[in-house]
């Protein structure tokens, strides 16, 4: 396997957490294994992980229940076909994908927008899926404009997805650090999450928050006009983070 795997015990729920490798940004798949089923969250770039992760998922012996995508950028939803279950989205988010029109793969292999585009639309609110509560939250502002943020409250998960990264260089191009911070404090305003799954890296802790915190005070601090200085000074302060290829996506949209 390419990828990475850590599993998590929680009860009657195991959450697989799918880190993929650096070269396609250490984007995470997770898996949610309840006592009859699985629930992806978020499919890959990258086609041939999207296709690890539905391996390893099979593996587990149980149905694949639905693929939900967090949002609306590429790297969380092009693999969405690769997994044969119904994908769920919340509206906006599935208007959201469905303008962007075609994908494609890394490799250059084009994604017909039919392939990821969700069929079922998420409204915030609980469900109850195979006995366990999934309590679903829209928020607006950060790393996207719209993003989905699901928590598991009698196993004290949170599934923020790319509103945390762990360890790994940051995506700014949404261009709104404010809100990013806001969004990350009214996350760690509830203490009885424990377990964090990121969007990028590996699951972490509550102290994820305050290294969050750092990071975007940091970017704040070092973004001027010129991308590859910013790449250089940020990349100096955070010598050992992940994906720095991140920055350069996020600098094409920050300075053309």
């Given at each position: ?71 609306a ?16 989205a ?13 994908g ?23 469900e ?28 004290g ?9 762990n360890?790994?260089h940051?995506?700014?191009g ?30 972490a ?8 915190s ?23 302060r955070?010598p ?17």
């Amino acid at each position: 396997m390419n990828g990475t795997i850590t599993v998590i015990d929680a009860g009657p729920v195991r959450v697989h957490s799918y880190m993929s490798p650096d070269d396609s940004l250490n984007v995470t798949t997770q898996l949610i294994e309840t006592p009859g089923r699985v629930i992806a969250v978020d499919a890959q770039y990258a086609l041939g992980y999207a296709d690890e992760v539905v391996a390893y998922a099979k593996g587990l012996g149980k149905p694949l229940d639905r693929v939900v995508i967090s949002h609306a950028h590429p790297d969380h939803f092009h693999g969405a076909a690769r997994f044969g279950a119904p994908v769920h989205a919340l509206a906006v988010v599935r208007d959201q994908i469905v303008a962007q029109g075609d994908g494609q793969d890394p490799g250059g292999t084009v994604i017909p927008v039919a392939d990821f585009t969700p069929t079922h639309v998420i409204e915030p609110g609980t469900e109850v899926i195979d006995g366990v509560p999934f309590v679903f939250e829209a928020h607006s502002g950060g790393e996207a404009s719209d993003e989905l943020v699901i928590r598991l409250p009698e196993q004290g998960v949170l599934v923020a997805q790319d509103l945390v990264f762990n360890r790994t260089h940051l995506f700014l191009g949404n261009n709104d650090i404010t809100g990013w911070q806001s969004a990350i404090d009214r996350l760690a305003a509830d203490p009885a999450y424990d377990i964090i799954l990121a969007g990028h890296g590996l699951p972490a802790n509550r102290s994820v928050y305050a290294e969050l915190s750092q990071y975007l005070m940091d970017a704040r601090e070092l973004l001027g006009d010129d991308g590859e200085a910013y790449k250089k000074a940020i990349v100096d302060r955070y010598p050992d983070y992940r994906a720095p290829a991140m920055i350069d996506i996020a600098n094409q949209y920050l300075f053309g």
